[in-house]
């Protein structure tokens, strides 16, 4: 068996490249999803909506958010539990949702999760027949009439109609039909899901693999349970390893040998590159949290940091707001985490300049 020996330049240059984030850009929105697999929905937009701003950073100013809401309008693309993917692509998931919650013995979470849907049958086929007659619908006009009530310790605790909406979406009974503005309009699946057989589970698990590692360049085989997409690709690809990273990896043999040049690109927090924490350290010796949930004090980057990527390196995190009442885009610091020469400090001012153009908003530099 081969085993690739890969450099630590090769490894990013590897996982920049699969991301799209070379100094050749992608063609339009489509070739960007289809590339990517994904583009992950997050309410929070700071500075713009995650999904727009990743597609921001492939495709640059003339990418126009109308877009993405005209390929959702017209079902191109489609919505899965907060993630964004092709419609052709659903045909992978269709197998898996029939049979949810899974094969075999269930671990206790899932076998809880099971006999609450179980438990509340009658409130399950309520919803369906509401949206049968009336639907799309948001979850407000949906009947509650659950027997047992959601119990969490968290925001969904008695959220009977948004839990019970999300596991008939594993199911494969409902699906996220379009947005009234921050709402989820929701319908049966049959009239939103491409009518296509769906792909056998494990043969649409390899697959899923095989598209995740194409998107990612290279990944662990394995890794901690993800709860909508993962972060490991399984047996895809072939065995390599990193020069100075202890373990094995998985790497695309089709990226092995592909030019590189690199560009400098700012980065949604929640970007395919940077989301997998631990593969951003090992990799690219980059240490980035999510600070939203944190007290502002205790914050290192800010609010919504915004990765920095400078060719195959990863250098610090610009902290901005969009203040679109005060027409600004206001940058309180550039956090620098390796020394910047005037070249770089001109190459990240000046995609500061050219994110705020897109925003139709004016750069306030520190």
Not at 37 to 60: I, K
Not at 69 to 94: C, H, Q, T
Not at 152 to 174: D, H, Y
Request: charged share 30%.
């Amino acid at each position: 068996m081969t085993v690739h020996e890969l450099s630590p330049a090769d490894a990013r240059r590897i996982a920049v490249g699969a991301q799209l984030l070379g100094r050749r850009r992608p063609e339009g929105l489509p070739g960007v999803v289809r590339g990517l697999t994904l583009l992950q929905l997050d309410p929070t937009a700071a500075v713009a909506p995650s999904a727009d701003l990743v597609a921001w950073s492939r495709l640059g100013d003339g990418y126009d958010p109308a877009q993405l809401v005209a390929a959702l309008e017209d079902r191109s693309l489609l919505e899965l539990r907060a993630m964004i993917r092709p419609a052709e692509d659903l045909k992978l998931y269709r197998a898996e949702m029939a049979e949810w919650p899974g094969r075999g013995e269930l671990v206790y979470w899932r076998e809880a999760r099971r006999k609450w849907v179980e438990d509340n049958d009658a409130c399950r086929r309520d919803i369906l027949k509401r949206l049968d007659a009336g639907g799309p619908l948001p979850s407000r006009e949906l009947p509650d009439t659950c027997a047992v009530p959601w119990g969490s310790s968290g925001w969904t605790n008695n959220r009977n109609v948004s839990q019970m909406l999300e596991f008939m979406v594993l199911r494969g009974e409902v699906a996220v039909a379009g947005r009234s503005g921050r709402d989820r309009l929701w319908d049966l699946a049959e009239r939103v899901y491409p009518d296509e057989p769906p792909v056998p589970v494990e043969e649409a698990k390899r697959i899923r693999d095989e598209r995740r590692l194409r998107a990612l360049g290279i990944a662990r085989a394995r890794g901690p349970e993800c709860p909508v997409e993962p972060m490991d690709v399984g047996q895809a690809g072939e065995a390599a390893v990193v020069t100075g990273v202890r373990g094995r990896w998985r790497v695309d043999p089709e990226a092995l040998d592909r030019p590189f040049e690199g560009r400098t690109a700012l980065l949604s927090p929640f970007d395919r590159l940077v989301h997998d924490r631990k593969r951003a350290l090992e990799l690219f010796g980059f240490d980035f949290q999510l600070e939203i949930y944190k007290p502002a004090a205790k914050r290192r980057w800010g609010y919504y940091a915004l990765p920095i990527l400078h060719g195959d390196r990863l250098v610090g995190k610009v902290d901005a707001t969009a203040d679109r009442e005060a027409g600004v885009f206001r940058v309180a610091r550039v956090h620098r985490d390796v020394e910047f020469t005037k070249t770089l400090t001109a190459a990240v001012e000046r995609e500061i300049r050219s994110l705020s153009r897109w925003l139709g908003l004016t750069p306030e530099l520190p």
